[in-house]
T-cell receptor, first 113, second 116 residues
Framework: AQKITQTQPGMFVQEKEAVTLDCTYDTSDPSYGLFWYKQPSSGEMIFLIYQGSYDQQNATEGRYSLNFQKARKSANLVISASQLGDSAMYFCAMREGHNDMRFGAGTRLTVKP | DADVTQTPRNRITKTGKRIMLECSQTKGHDRMYWYRQDPGLGLRLIYYSFDVKDINKGEISDGYSVSRQAQAKFSLSLESAIPNQTALYFC???????????????FGPGTRLTVL
């Protein structure tokens, strides 16, 4: 069964606008962590933001925030004030307890000038 | 200097050859991982190691083996490479933060492997 689903293969956003990248997950473990990574065209994987299942507040890191809706099992990434350098692939990932981290298939974000 | 390094960065090899990909880290982390990335499939875990004496199979370990030579070094071997092992390979590390699910992984730059 697919653990992590990213339903948007590609997204476009105008520079300086906000954009939301969707991620839904499936787990019955009460303890889990959700992660977002950015992969620019150069190929490296860059850690962006983390949300724990017990965290009461949504995680934020600069222009990145995670819209965590636990009952809906969604962990959408919100990028505010998009910049051209935000154009990249974005991966959502989940780790349940001590298990492996599982990644979604990714969303390719293109920021238009 | 990068915290997680991978060598080589690019490699072209032929079917049937043995090949080793190496990973080194200076983050002082105990945990190390090998992933492969294929277009449209995200990253899939091949092997992981929680310390020098601990090696575990991941989702897609067939056709691969690993060696944890030291806390800072984790190598991935393809004993007899085949074309469908052509992929981008990532090494990652993490430090135990008290609760496993909070374990953020930090990635190396990747190795692009082509098997002809």
């Amino acid at each position: 069964a697919q653990k992590i689903t990213q339903t948007q293969p590609g997204m476009f956003v105008q520079e300086k606008e906000a954009v939301t990248l969707d991620c839904t997950y499936d787990t019955s473990d009460p303890s889990y962590g959700l992660f977002w990574y950015k992969q620019p065209s150069s190929g490296e994987m860059i850690f962006l933001i983390y949300q724990g299942s017990y965290d009461q507040q949504n995680a934020t890191e600069g222009r990145y925030s995670l819209n965590f809706q636990k009952a809906r099992k969604s962990a959408n990434l919100v990028i505010s004030a998009s910049q051209l350098g935000d154009s990249a692939m974005y991966f959502c990932a989940m780790r349940e307890g001590h298990n492996d981290m599982r990644f979604g298939a990714g969303t390719r974000l293109t920021v238009k000038p | 200097d990068a915290d997680v390094t991978q060598t080589p960065r690019n490699r072209i090899t032929k079917t049937g050859k043995r090949i080793m990909l190496e990973c080194s880290q200076t983050k002082g982390h105990d945990r190390m991982y090998w992933y492969r990335q294929d277009p449209g499939l995200g990253l899939r875990l091949i092997y992981y190691s929680f310390d020098v004496k601990d090696i575990n199979k991941g989702e897609i370990s067939d056709g691969y083996s690993v060696s944890r030579q030291a806390q800072a070094k984790f190598s991935l071997s393809l004993e007899s490479a085949i074309p469908n092992q052509t992929a981008l390979y990532f090494c990652a590390t993490s430090g135990f933060a008290g609760q496993a699910s909070t374990d953020t992984q930090y990635f190396g730059p990747g190795t692009r492997l082509t098997v002809l």
